[in-house]
C-alpha cells in the first residue's frame, strides 16, 4: 500500500481522474466476464490466461525485435564514417565476413591477431588461382600446426 500511496501523490491533477476511470471499467469488464461465465469459468479463465500470454508474447517479440533480427539475419558489415568499417559478431562470436575474390564470394573469418590473409586452396582454386603456378614459400603458423603459404595477386 505504501508504494501505491508514493504513486498516487506523484500523480498529478489530471491523471488520477484517468485511473478511477480504468480502474472502474476493469471492475465493470471483470464483473460481466464472471457473471456472464459462472457455469465454465475455469475453462474461461485458461482461455483468458491463454490469450494473455499470446498478448505477452507479442509485446516480448516486439519489444526484442531489433536483437532478434540482428541474430536470425545478422547484416555483413555497415560503413560509418568511411575510415572504419564494423563488423557484427556472429554466432559463437566470431566475426565474418564475405568478400568478392576475382568476382567470386569467398567467406573469411575475421582474425584481429592475424598478419596475413589466406585462402584455402579450395577456395583459391574457385577464385581462379592455380596452385600448380603458385610458389609455396611461406609458412603459417596455425592452431593446427604449420602450414605452406604461396603469396598470390
Known amino acids: 500500500m505504501n508504494a501505491l500511496a508514493t504513486y498516487l501523490?506523484?500523480?498529478?491533477?489530471?491523471?488520477?481522474p484517468r485511473l478511477v476511470y480504468l480502474l472502474l471499467l476493469l471492475t465493470a469488464v471483470g464483473g460481466w466476464f464472471i457473471a456472464e461465465n459462472r457455469a465454465s469459468l475455469g475453462r474461461s479463465l485458461r482461455m483468458f490466461l491463454a490469450w494473455g500470454l499470446i498478448f505477452l508474447g507479442v509485446v516480448a517479440v516486439y519489444g526484442l525485435w531489433g536483437d532478434i533480427r540482428r541474430d536470425i539475419v545478422p547484416r555483413q558489415?555497415?560503413?560509418?564514417?568511411?575510415?572504419?568499417?564494423?563488423?557484427?559478431r556472429g554466432r559463437g562470436g566470431h566475426y565474418f565476413l564475405q568478400v568478392d575474390v576475382n568476382g567470386t564470394p569467398v567467406?573469411?573469418?575475421?582474425?584481429?591477431?592475424?598478419?596475413?590473409?589466406?585462402l584455402s586452396l579450395e577456395d583459391a582454386?574457385?577464385?581462379?588461382?592455380?596452385?600448380?603456378?603458385?610458389?609455396?614459400?611461406?609458412?603459417?603458423?596455425?592452431?593446427?600446426?604449420?602450414?605452406?603459404t604461396a603469396f598470390a595477386t
Open 9 to 16: 501523490h506523484v500523480m498529478d491533477f489530471e491523471q488520477f
Open 77 to 88: 558489415s555497415v560503413l560509418s564514417d568511411g575510415s572504419s568499417i564494423h563488423v557484427p
Open 107 to 118: 567467406d573469411f573469418i575475421v582474425d584481429t591477431g592475424a598478419t596475413e590473409v589466406v
Open 125 to 148: 582454386r574457385r577464385a581462379g588461382f592455380n596452385p600448380d603456378n603458385l610458389a609455396f614459400l611461406g609458412t603459417a603458423r596455425t592452431a593446427n600446426g604449420p602450414v605452406k
